[in-house]
C-alpha cells in the first residue's frame, strides 16, 4: 500500500477473493475498536498519532508535523477531523548572512529555461503577487515574475509576520503552539484561560502634591502583565527600578519617547505633541518596578492599570499601603453600640403606673425621591462600582453612617472589591437608608483622602441604591449597555 497525501484515508482490502467473510469482517472491527486505543471520531476509527517530525528549518522558526491515518470500511463514512497537525518550534536565531528559506526555492530554478524559452534567468523572491504562499520569484533584471507552484511547507509567508505557509495557506500559531490554532492567551498569561486566575488592578492616583519633584504613584510588582499608565498634564512619568536606578525620566531630565527594555519587558514610552503621556508595557515583569511622577503643575490625575496573579495582590496592597496610600482593609464586624450592663449596679426604683408609649418622632427629614430610568442611568455611568450586596451591620458616627455590606454579585468595578466592603454615606440620616439584612443593588464612588490616609467607597446623598429583584436586576444590566462609551 503506498504512502497516503495529508487528508487522504485508507481503505481496507476486500480480501484475496470476493467480499469479506461476514465472521472475518467481525473479528477485524473488534480488534481495531479494542486494540488501537485511538478515539472514535465517526464512524472510521483514527490510528493514534504518530510522533512528531523534526523542525523543517535548522535555524530561527520551522513547523514540525504528526500524522494519523483513517481505518474504516467502504459501506462506512470516512473519520471526522484532521490527519496531520502543524506546531511552531523555534530555534536559535539564523546567523548573520543566511540565506532565507524563500529565497533558497528561489534559486533552485537558477539556470533553468522556462516560460518555453531557452533563456535562463536569476531568480529572487517576489513578495507583490496575491497568494504569499506560492512560490512567486522575480527574474533579475526584468520585469515579470514567475510562479514554480508552492512554496515548502514551513517558509515565512512573508518578511516580518508570523504565520507560514502549510498546504499553501498562511497559518499562524495559537498559544499552544499548534498552526492555525485560535487558542489564546487570556489577560492572566493562560493559554485558553478565562481572566479567572488574576485579577485587575485599575486606580487613579490624584495627590496635587505640595512641591515640585519626584512623588510615587504605584508599585508596579513582579508579575504584572498589560501595564497602561496615562495623564494628561506638563508632568512627566517616571519608572524606577528595584535597585534605586532610574529607567526613564529621572534625575531632572525628560527621556525620549521609544521602547526601553526593564524588568524582563518592553515599556514603550510615548508623549502626544499636546499635554499627553502615556507608557505601556506587555510584561510579564521579572521585578518590581516604583512609577513616578515628576510634578512641575497640580496633579490633574494619573490612570494606571495592570492584571496581577491572585496570590500577588495582597503582597502589592502592603508594599502600596506603604508609599503613602491606604487601601481598603476588611475588619472585624460591627454592631450597634449598646449601653453597658454592670450586674452592680443597683435596681432601678420601681416605676408608677405604667405610661402609654408615645412614638418619637422622626429625626430624619424624607428623603427625595430618586425614583426613575434617567437617575438610574445617571449613577450607574457616573460610578465607580456597581455590585449587589446584604447589608451586615450600620454603625451612625457624627455626620457619617457606616455600612458593613456583603458582597454577592459585581456589575462594574474599577477596582477589586472583596467580600466584606465598608460603604458609608453622608449625615446620620443618609438617603436613601438602608435597612439590616437586606439586599440592595448600589451605585457607589470610590473616594481617596488627599493625603492617602482614606480610601471609602462612598454612597452619595440620594444616589442609587434599591432593594435587589429581578426586575432591578435587569434594569441594572440594561443600563450599563447605555452607558457613553
Known amino acids: 500500500m503506498g504512502k497516503l497525501r495529508p487528508g487522504e484515508v485508507e481503505r481496507l482490502a476486500p480480501g484475496h477473493t470476493g467480499r469479506p467473510r461476514p465472521l472475518w469482517n467481525l473479528l477485524l472491527w473488534t480488534l481495531l475498536s479494542c486494540g488501537l486505543g485511538g478515539s472514535a471520531q465517526g464512524p472510521g476509527e483514527w490510528t493514534p498519532w504518530r510522533s512528531w517530525s523534526r523542525c523543517s528549518s535548522s535555524c530561527g522558526r520551522g513547523l514540525s508535523v504528526r500524522s494519523r491515518r483513517c481505518i474504516w470500511f467502504p459501506e462506512e463514512e470516512p473519520c471526522w477531523g484532521d490527519s496531520h497537525e502543524y506546531r511552531l518550534c523555534q530555534l536559535p536565531d539564523c546567523p548573520p548572512g543566511a540565506v532565507p528559506f524563500r529565497d533558497l526555492q528561489c534559486a533552485l530554478y537558477n539556470g533553468r529555461p522556462v516560460l518555453g524559452t531557452q533563456e535562463a534567468y536569476r531568480w529572487v523572491p517576489f513578495y507583490g503577487a496575491p497568494n504569499q504562499c506560492d512560490l512567486n520569484c522575480l527574474a533579475e533584471g526584468h520585469a515579470f515574475y514567475h510562479t514554480f507552484g508552492r512554496v515548502l511547507d514551513g517558509t515565512p509567508c512573508s518578511p516580518g509576520t508570523r504565520g507560514l505557509c502549510v498546504a499553501g495557506?498562511?497559518?499562524?500559531?495559537?498559544?499552544?503552539?499548534?498552526?492555525?490554532?485560535?487558542?489564546?492567551?487570556?489577560?492572566?498569561?493562560?493559554?485558553?484561560?478565562?481572566?479567572?486566575?488574576?485579577?485587575?488592578?485599575?486606580?487613579?492616583?490624584?495627590?496635587?502634591?505640595?512641591?515640585?519633584?519626584?512623588?510615587?504613584?504605584?508599585?508596579?510588582?513582579?508579575?504584572?502583565?498589560h501595564i497602561r499608565a496615562a495623564h494628561r498634564s506638563r508632568n512627566h512619568l517616571a519608572l524606577m527600578r528595584g535597585d534605586g536606578r532610574y529607567v526613564l525620566n529621572g534625575n531632572w531630565a525628560v527621556s525620549p519617547p521609544g521602547t526601553y527594555e526593564v524588568a524582563g519587558t518592553r515599556v514603550v514610552y510615548t508623549r502626544a505633541a499636546g499635554p499627553e503621556e502615556t507608557l505601556h508595557a506587555a510584561g510579564p515583569t521579572s521585578q518590581d518596578l516604583l512609577l513616578q511622577v515628576l510634578l512641575q503643575e497640580p496633579n490633574p490625575g494619573i490612570e494606571f492599570e495592570f492584571w496581577l496573579p491572585r496570590e500577588l495582590y495582597g503582597p502589592f496592597q502592603a508594599r502600596a499601603q506603604a508609599l503613602g496610600w491606604s487601601p481598603r482593609q476588611p475588619q472585624p464586624r460591627e454592631v450597634e453600640p449598646q449601653a453597658p450592663e454592670s450586674p452592680m449596679a443597683p435596681a432601678a426604683p420601681a416605676a408608677g403606673p405604667p405610661r402609654p408609649l408615645t412614638p418619637a418622632p422622626d429625626p430624619c427629614p424624607p428623603c427625595p425621591d430618586s425614583r426613575g430610568r434617567a437617575h438610574r442611568l445617571l449613577h450607574y455611568c457616573g460610578s465607580d462600582f456597581v455590585f449587589r450586596a446584604q447589608v451586615l451591620g450600620r454603625l451612625r458616627q457624627a455626620q457619617e453612617t457606616r455600612y458593613e455590606v456583603r458582597v454577592q454579585l459585581v456589575y462594574k468595578n474599577r477596582s477589586p472589591l472583596r467580600a466584606l466592603e465598608y460603604v458609608w454615606a453622608p449625615g446620620r440620616c443618609p438617603c436613601p437608608p438602608l435597612a439590616l439584612h437586606r439586599e440592595y443593588l448600589l451605585a457607589v464612588q470610590r473616594l481617596v483622602s488627599p493625603d492617602g490616609t482614606q480610601d471609602r467607597l462612598l454612597l452619595p446623598h440620594a444616589g442609587y441604591a434599591r432593594p435587589w429583584s429581578p426586575a432591578e436586576d435587569s434594569r441594572v444590566r440594561l443600563a450599563a449597555r447605555r452607558c457613553p462609551v
Open 169 to 225: 495557506r498562511c497559518l499562524s500559531a495559537g498559544c499552544d503552539g499548534l498552526l492555525g490554532s485560535d487558542a489564546r492567551e487570556d489577560h492572566c498569561g493562560r493559554c485558553g484561560g478565562a481572566n479567572d486566575s488574576c485579577l485587575f488592578v485599575q486606580r487613579v492616583f490624584r495627590d496635587a502634591g505640595t512641591f515640585a519633584g519626584y512623588w510615587n504613584v504605584t508599585v508596579i510588582p513582579e508579575g504584572a502583565r
